[in-house]
């Protein structure tokens, strides 16, 4: 009985982590505010805009967050390893000093955007955020085709990256 309980709770536990598929973005998460490392402001959905017809990986970081730099070894193989994928940097710092500091001082190549507030910005609160890094893919046609991964080396990324689209 013991065991059966065990595995029970394993499976269920296994299954609640999955990282959700096919999630679309909620309209708050599209009307929220950004800005580029130039200083123009966006909202969430113009700057989704710009790459349309493109595969998007979206990386939700932060300069503070230790598992967010110890992950950027990881990230910088997959950008080498496909190049024709737009890089969003997404960042939570608590300001825009930090933000630019980090991007400066890890090396980090792609497109980058700054949300005022942080956790507690209109975007981090409406795309369930629970943990940084968060890896979110769009595809071309603009489907959120992975809305949650924590690796950059997650399967179901490089699956994904993998398709002939890209």
């Not at 200083?39 to 790459?51: C, R």
Request: aromatic fraction near 12%; charge should be positive; proline fraction near 5%.
């Amino acid at each position: 009985m013991k065991q059966i309980t065990v595995l029970l709770f394993l499976s269920i536990a296994f299954l609640s982590c999955k990282p959700p598929k096919d999630k679309q973005f909620d309209p708050k998460v599209l009307a929220a505010p950004m800005m580029d490392d130039k200083g123009a402001e966006f909202t969430f959905q113009q700057v989704l805009d710009q790459y349309k017809g493109e595969t998007v990986l979206i990386y939700v970081w932060a300069s503070w967050c230790v598992d967010c730099i110890q992950g950027l070894p990881k990230l910088k193989e997959v950008q080498k390893k496909y190049p024709n994928i737009d890089y969003v940097f997404i960042s939570l710092d608590k300001d825009q000093r930090s933000w630019k500091n980090g991007i400066k001082r890890f090396s980090i190549k792609g497109n980058h955007y700054y949300v005022n507030g942080g956790w507690k910005s209109i975007f981090a609160k409406n795309i369930d955020l629970d943990w940084i890094p968060r890896y979110i893919v769009v595809d071309a046609t603009g489907k959120v085709v992975l809305y949650r991964a924590i690796h950059a080396d997650d399967e179901n990324i490089i699956k994904l990256l993998d398709k002939p689209n890209n």
